[in-house]
């Protein structure tokens, strides 16, 4: 294009020094000044051809000097278009990635409803389930209401039945008091005691024993009977066999009594350390039952062998009659 517009320039140059030959050519009246002119003229369009030329190349050379620049134009440019469409690639990666992330953070987001919708559905259920338990507690507690009032009334009847039993007990009671007979009786008893006074002898440091009683109830307050059974002594053993004796008191279920055992006591080991002993005892009765007693009892027990040693022991009783 810029080619083009130096070409034009240099042909309208050249048309105006023609018009300028031609007209200095007609104004010359004689064929020397004819001659002279056209030598001239010849002259000026060399001089303005060479003008051209000159002109021509200097308008080549900066033509070439911009061929130069738009060759380097066009290579920066081009490495600018590498540069572009390798920034270009990079962008389409990243936003093929993006993409990719995107696609996958859909799936995500969709799994996540889909999920969240689950847990709804499960949530529903579930306060659908509490609120039915909420109503199944509600009857509940109104059945403990009226169970509680059923079991208050069913204890109040409890109770005045126990008081009617207690008074039938009572009365029974009263009735076999006044319907009471003679009757056979035994006592177990165990017996336990320390020694009084000197205890360094055999037979003088403690006893321990149980013994058994076959007796009979003359009345309601008065028995008797014949007993046996074996003490333990520091230095050795002995079998006591005795006549048992004993008082009550009338009572209801604890009633006070007096005994009193006495008897010999022998020695399997040596006879000749037998002797007689004697047992006073006060203690208390406590019915069990209509046949069994328990009762507990104290008092002092003395023994003497033939020509030996006498030995006091203060002792306590325990045991069950029936």
Request: net charge negative.
């Amino acid at each position: 294009m810029q080619k083009e517009k130096w070409f034009s320039m240099v042909r309208v140059f050249a048309l105006g020094i023609a018009l300028t030959s031609l007209l200095l050519a007609a104004g010359c009246t004689s064929d020397v000044e004819e001659e002279d002119r056209e030598q001239y003229l010849l002259e000026v369009e060399r001089d303005s051809l060479r003008r051209v030329v000159a002109e021509r190349d200097r308008s080549l050379m900066e033509l070439e000097a911009a061929r130069e620049d738009l060759d380097r134009e066009v290579e920066t440019l081009t490495d600018r278009t590498a540069s572009l469409s390798a920034t270009a690639a990079r962008h389409i990666q990243h936003i093929r990635i993006v993409n990719e992330e995107k696609t996958e953070a859909t799936e995500a987001l969709e799994l996540e409803a889909e999920q969240r919708a689950a847990l709804e559905a499960e949530i529903s259920r579930l306060v659908a389930q509490i609120e039915s338990l909420n109503e199944e507690v509600s009857y509940l507690k109104g059945e403990r209401m009226n169970l509680e009032s059923q079991t208050a009334a069913e204890a109040h009847r409890r109770r005045a039945d126990s008081l009617a039993i207690v008074n039938l007990e009572t009365t029974l009671e009263t009735m076999t008091a006044e319907v009471w007979r003679p009757h056979y009786i035994n006592i177990t008893e165990l017996t336990a005691g320390f020694g009084l006074a000197d205890t360094e002898p055999d037979y003088t440091r403690s006893v321990i024993g149980v013994t058994h009683v076959f007796g009979y109830a003359f009345t309601e307050r008065f028995s008797g009977g014949a007993g046996t059974g074996i003490y333990f002594y520091n230095g050795g053993s002995m079998v006591p066999l005795y006549l048992d004796f004993r008082y009550r008191f009338l009572g209801m279920n604890y009633k006070p009594f007096i005994a009193a055992d006495g008897g010999l006591l022998f020695n399997l080991s040596d006879l000749g350390l037998s002797g007689p002993f004697i047992n006073p005892t006060i203690g208390i009765e406590m019915k069990l039952n209509q046949r069994s007693t328990l009762h507990l009892s104290t008092g002092p027990l003395m023994q003497q062998a033939q020509g030996a040693y006498r030995a006091s022991f203060m002792v306590v009783k325990g045991g069950l009659s029936f």
